[in-house]
Nanobody
Framework: QVQLVESGGGLVQAGGSLRLSCAAS????????MGWFRQAPGKEREFVAA????????YYADAVKGRFTVSRDNAENTVYLQIISLKPEDTAVYYC????????????????WGQGTQVTVSS
């Protein structure tokens, strides 16, 4: 069982930056690939980024490449999502998720989910 808690969201102006964090409970954090997803109002949840268990593989949605960076600190049981050059279309609730297999962009592959953190980008 893994419990995930996201933080770091907020209201920012377009062009600004944020770093989202996702803290995991348990001693087996390094056993999980981690993903970030987002859901905007009225839209389906979409994949944003994923990182392998030891951080050597990262994977991004085309829409965020070059602006989003996923990283992890297994000693701190935390995964991060650094976002730069924020756009109004990045407004969404951002979720982190844990997957006991390999990195994936499929939400169905992820077993554990956090409660989400709201990111709002004003134009």
């Amino acid at each position: 069982q893994v419990q995930l808690v996201e933080s770091g969201g907020g209201l920012v102006q377009a062009g600004g930056s944020l770093r989202l964090s996702c803290a995991a409970s348990g001693r087996t954090f390094s056993s999980y690939a981690m993903g970030w997803f987002r859901q905007a109002p009225g839209k389906e949840r979409e994949f944003v980024a994923a990182i392998s268990r030891n951080g050597d593989i990262t994977y991004y949605a085309d829409a965020v490449k070059g602006r989003f960076t996923v990283s992890r600190d297994n000693a701190e049981n935390t995964v991060y999502l650094q976002i730069i050059s924020l756009k109004p279309e990045d407004t969404a609730v951002y979720y982190c998720a844990a997957n006991s297999a390999v990195v994936s962009d499929k939400a169905s592959r992820y077993m554990y989910w956090g409660q989400g953190t709201q990111v709002t980008v004003s134009s």
